[in-house]
Nanobody, 124 residues
Framework: QVQLVESGGGLVQAGGSLRLSCAASGGTISRYAMGWFRQAPGKEREFVAQINLSGGYTYYPDSVKGRFTVSRDNAKNTVFLQMNSLKPEDTAVYYC?????????????????WGQGTQVTVSS
């Protein structure tokens, strides 16, 4: 069973950048496609990015496309989310998740393992 721990969140001004990391332990992430989700207060959890087993396929919703980039380093058992041109509406707790579905998924119900989340706050 894999455990996931996110880091890299914080407070940043609009237009700034942050790089989130998701470190896995207790298992190798090379077995899992990975996803990033976020949840703002009072809102439902929202899909942010997915990456397949090899890293050759990624997908983003329109809300972050062109600004966010997901990547993975299977040798380091870590997945990353590079976030550029941040906006106040990006403020949320960000979660990484792992799924055995090889291509990944936009559906949070497809993911079996979740991290505890890291807070990202973007000030205007």
């Amino acid at each position: 069973q894999v455990q996931l721990v996110e880091s890299g969140g914080g407070l940043v001004q609009a237009g700034g950048s942050l790089r989130l990391s998701c470190a896995a332990s207790g298992g190798t992430i090379s077995r899992y496609a990975m996803g990033w989700f976020r949840q703002a207060p009072g809102k439902e959890r929202e899909f942010v990015a997915q990456i397949n087993l090899s890293g050759g396929y990624t997908y983003y919703p329109d809300s972050v496309k062109g600004r966010f980039t997901v990547s993975r380093d299977n040798a380091k058992n870590t997945v990353f989310l590079q976030m550029n041109s941040l906006k106040p509406e990006d403020t949320a707790v960000y979660y990484c998740a792992a799924t055995l579905y090889a291509g990944g998924s936009r559906n949070s119900n497809s993911y079996s393992y979740w991290g505890q989340g890291t807070q990202v706050t973007v000030s205007s």
